[in-house]
């Protein structure tokens, strides 16, 4: 149960990059340098996710 819990808090966070991109794209003049920070960060998310995953598969 515990692994469930830790994978829906990574998909929120994940979301909530997501929006923090999307808005920050939709700035005349987005700054790169928060951009590529989020996406970095949602990377790593999604990296996690896949991980526990792929490991949660394997252990039942």
Known sequence: MAL??????L???HEELETLLS???KH??????RVHELKRLKLR???QIAKL????EHAT
């Open 11 to 13: 998909d929120k966070r």
């Open 4 to 9: 469930r819990a830790h994978l829906q808090s």
């Open 53 to 56: 995953r792929q490991e949660g």
């Open 23 to 25: 808005s920050e794209m």
């Open 28 to 33: 005349p003049h987005p700054d790169d340098e």
């Open 45 to 47: 998310i999604k990296d």
